[in-house]
Structure formats: structure tokens, C-alpha cells
């Protein structure tokens, strides 16, 4: 369970730790989803183009650093009460060494 302190301070620590580990653990997965699932669709969608333009991508790497959460807020009214509708503003920074090859 997280302290009140844990949950107030500004950058959430206690987030981005798992975070880190997910990344460790999927990154591999991850840039496999992208690369032979969700890429295939994004370039039939870009060959219907009138442009007739073809991208290959050939390699994908997502980088060792994991994206971090630098700040969330939960939106309140002018009375300082959460509305009915929960609104979340996060900040993410995905300061990484990625790199995408396209031919």
C-alpha cells in the first residue's frame, strides 16, 4: 500500500518503477507487435495513398530507457472536487535512444 506521501509527490516514483520493469521484461514483444502486426496495416493504409508511395520498415528498436511519468494530476472543479467524469492529465517523457530504419 503507498503512503499519502508516495501519492503526493510529483513525480511518481512508485509508477515508474514498474513501469521500467515492464519495459525490461517487453520491449522485445513489444517492438515484435509493432514491427509484423501494427506496421503491416499502417503501410496497406499508406499504399491506397493516390501518391503511390511505399515505406518498408526494416528495423525497429525501441531503446533501453523506459518512458517515464513525470507528473499526474486528477482534474477537480472550482470546489476543488473530482467530477463525475475522472479527468487524468499525465506528463510522459520517452527520452530514449529508439531508432526506426524505413526503405
Not at 520493469?21 to 491506397?48: G, S
Amino acid at each position: 500500500e503507498l503512503s499519502e506521501e508516495e501519492v503526493k509527490q510529483n513525480e511518481p516514483v512508485w509508477l515508474n518503477k514498474p513501469i521500467k520493469q515492464f519495459w525490461i521484461n517487453l520491449r522485445a514483444a513489444l517492438e515484435d507487435l509493432i514491427m509484423n502486426v501494427i506496421w503491416p496495416d499502417i503501410r496497406k493504409m499508406i499504399k491506397e495513398y493516390p501518391a503511390n508511395v511505399d515505406l518498408e520498415l526494416y528495423s525497429l528498436g525501441l531503446g533501453r530507457v523506459a518512458p517515464r511519468i513525470e507528473k499526474i494530476k486528477v482534474q477537480t472543479d472550482s470546489s476543488g472536487h473530482v467530477n463525475e467524469n475522472l479527468i487524468v492529465d499525465t506528463n510522459i517523457t520517452f527520452a530514449s535512444e529508439a531508432s526506426i530504419d524505413f526503405r
